[in-house]
């Protein structure tokens, strides 16, 4: 059985930075896209980041290109998400989530509906 366990969530001022991980346990498939969304109060659950199996594609929402970045480490089984600059409205809840999708286009893999297998999340506030 997969298990993802998402750490590495906090507080932080405007313009700092955080690192979040997700840590995959269980086998998963080697067609699997990896994704962190996020969702904020009232808000519904939004793609971020994605990297496609192989390491070969990744998608950011527009909201935070030039700020986040995803790290893949296949030996420790791990997606980090590293971001920097920090705004308020980064504020949410982060998930990650695994998938194996038939559509590539970045529309389809930022969506949370291909995905079947997610995280608990880590909450992010970030301060103006």
């Not at 700092?16 to 659950?45: I, P």
Request: with cysteine.
């Amino acid at each position: 059985q997969v298990q993802l366990v998402e750490s590495g969530g906090g507080s932080v001022q405007a313009g700092g930075s955080l690192r979040l991980s997700c840590k995959v346990s269980g086998d998963t498939s080697s067609n699997s896209w990896m994704t962190w969304f996020r969702q904020a109060s009232g808000k519904e659950r939004e793609g971020v980041a994605s990297v496609s199996p192989g390491n070969t594609i990744t998608y950011y929402d527009d909201s935070v290109k030039g700020r986040f970045t995803l790290l893949r480490d296949k030996d420790k089984n791990t997606l980090d998400l590293q971001m920097n600059s920090l705004k308020p409205e980064d504020t949410g809840m982060y998930y990650c989530a695994v998938g194996v999708l038939t559509d590539w286009s970045r529309a389809a893999v930022l969506s949370e509906k291909p995905y079947h297998i997610w995280g608990q999340g880590t909450q992010v506030a970030v301060s103006a």
